[in-house]
């Protein structure tokens, strides 16, 4: 008989769902949505580096996918799905109150941003990122960052957490625990949202809060007392044991079973964070490095735990036992931006139609569509030229660098202009500096005795923008494979489903059965990789010319 299961993927933008057939891997239907308020730009500041997401978003979106995807499924199908798994973006955490229900979905918070869940990509947290730092190296106890590459993030659940009791008192005294959306998720829809019991997931708590279980979970009160008392406060309403992926919340409340048309016996599965959960849907396997190509990009690796050897990866954003796959040690990398740095010029080629004047709903259509097209013909301009050693020279720290040695203050920076250079030639050379960033990556892993043997990468950008993938085969000087799902994380929320629900016995045979393969391959150009082999040494040496520039301007501010 066949069996069903829904993967869900919470995006930066939206959420996907995908309905999948556990037994053959097809994909049967899938659907995707937007988060209004965040589309209308709310309770965001770019200047600021401050990006909130509305749990209404959340909710609304995720009903209204799973609606229509089981919608367009044949007769029958509802009645066959035996488990439901979702993903998020990370670290996104969000106050919560007694009960587990964000802060935003009461009244007195509806509108206030620091209710809300703090997505990824905020920044402003960097200075409390750097105190955490510098407290674990200094406090007189272990670095509790040795397991995430040695530097705490801007990006990752303490630092948000700092950032927002201090800016906002009323809701540090309301928040009774803090819970990650990939947590939340899954305990929304098992309806067990009380975080005293809140299955917490191995991913996010491993990766971004620096939960390790030789620490006996998360760092000790003693630590945070030195960083901020705050901070040893909310710890004790947090947790101490998490689970790994394939392990069960519970099963789907009544009320949303209901109102889906779907069994009450429907399992839920514990969530992850979406980079994660799509390297397992695209395949991952050891020293394959799998790249999770979107706004920014996650670079995934498994290892054995034995060919580790107890050694702590410099300059990553944490390994993880059980992160990816249950039983090897998960590590990640990435970049801060990468699609976003390709939407940043083409918004500031844009900018005479978003420099804030009311557009009438037709106003508003030929501004998408002209976005729309200037990408398209700066993709294609930029694809005609070959590479060249007098091409403009880019660096691509727009949004802070993530790894190597995480450094979210720093900025990027574009050299070797004229009043020759056009459009298309900075583009290119923005091109070339996501795929030198994506070398850097690669090349710390070696140098810290980590072998990266292949090349797999999944996302919209990897399916439909075919020069920054030849560009990525042509740096690395390896080939890249491109996974033929356009959902993959949530085909790899759909594999966990499986698993959680016992269709399958452990995650590696759920993706043996459900797994989708290739459907592009780029492999390296032989002149190419000459030319960019030569312009690499001098992306390394705009790097540090940068940051000596910017550690300067820090002395003399």
């Given at each position: 008989m066949d069996e069903h299961v829904i993967g869900i993927d919470f995006g930066t933008d939206s959420v996907r769902s995908v309905v999948v057939n556990a037994r053959t891997g097809e994909e049967v239907s899938q659907a995707v949505s937007g988060y209004r308020r965040w589309g209308e730009e709310l309770y965001c500041g770019a200047r600021e580096n401050r990006y909130r997401q509305h749990p209404l978003d959340h909710i609304e979106a995720l009903f209204a996918t799973l609606e229509e995807a089981l919608s367009a499924c044949p007769a029958g199908t509802r009645e066959a799905v035996r488990g439901i798994s979702a993903d998020t973006t990370g670290s996104t955490p969000g106050p919560v109150d007694r009960d587990g229900m964000p802060l935003a979905l009461d009244d007195r918070f509806a509108e206030d941003p620091d209710a809300m869940f703090v997505l990824w990509?905020?920044?402003?947290?960097?200075?409390?990122?750097?105190?955490?730092?510098?407290?674990?190296?200094?406090?007189?106890?272990?670095?509790?960052?040795?397991?995430?590459g040695g530097f705490y993030s801007a990006e990752w659940f303490w630092s948000k957490l700092l950032h927002v009791f201090r800016a906002s008192p009323a809701v540090r005294e309301a928040a009774y625990s803090w819970v990650e959306h990939s947590d939340w998720v899954p305990a929304f829809l098992a309806g067990k949202t009380d975080p005293r019991a809140m299955k917490r997931n191995r991913c996010a708590a491993g990766h971004k809060a620096m939960w390790h279980a030789s620490f006996g979970g998360l760092p000790p009160v003693g630590f945070f007392d030195k960083v901020d008392p705050m901070l040893a406060d909310i710890r004790e309403r947090l947790y101490t044991t998490t689970v790994t992926s394939d392990t069960p919340v519970g099963t789907l409340l009544p009320e949303w079973a209901d109102r889906l048309g779907l069994s009450t016996d429907v399992i839920i599965g514990t969530g992850a964070i979406d980079a994660h959960m799509g390297a397992v849907g695209a395949g991952i396997r050891p020293y394959v490095l799998t790249k999770v190509v979107g706004t920014s990009t996650c670079d995934m690796l498994v290892a054995p735990p034995g060919d580790l050897e107890g050694r702590q990866i410099r300059g990553i954003c944490g390994q993880v036992d059980g992160s990816m796959i249950p039983g090897m040690i998960g590590m990640e990398a990435g970049q801060s931006a990468f699609g976003d740095v390709f939407a940043w010029f083409r918004d500031l080629l844009a900018w005479p139609l978003e420099s804030g004047a009311s557009l009438t709903r037709e106003e508003e259509k030929y501004r998408s569509r002209f976005s729309d097209e200037l990408m398209d013909r700066l993709h294609a301009a930029a694809s005609a030229m070959p590479p060249g050693p007098a091409d403009p020279l880019a660096l691509d720290w727009i949004n802070g660098r993530r790894t190597p040695d995480a450094d979210l203050s720093l900025n990027g920076a574009i050299t070797g202009l004229s009043l020759g250079t056009d459009a298309p030639s900075i583009f290119k050379a923005l091109v070339d500096a996501t795929a030198f960033g994506s070398r850097s990556i690669v090349e710390r892993f070696r140098s810290e005795g980590v072998a990266v043997e292949e090349v797999i990468a999944l996302g919209g950008i990897a399916r439909k923008a075919p020069l920054v993938m030849q560009t990525l085969a042509d740096v690395l000087d390896m080939t890249v494979k491109v996974s033929a799902s356009e959902q993959t994380c949530a085909l790899g929320a759909a594999m966990f489903a499986a698993t959680a629900s016992g269709i399958y016995p452990d995650i590696s045979q759920a993706q043996d059965a459900m797994g989708c393969g290739f459907d592009k391959e780029y492999r390296p150009r032989p002149e190419s990789v000459r030319l960019y082999d030569e312009k690499y040494r001098d992306y390394l040496a705009l790097g540090d010319s940068v940051e000596r520039l910017h550690r300067k301007r820090n002395r003399d501010d």
């Open positions: 990509k905020d920044h402003t947290a960097l200075a409390e990122a750097e105190e955490i730092t510098a407290a674990a190296r200094s406090w007189g106890g272990p670095d509790y960052t040795m397991y995430e």
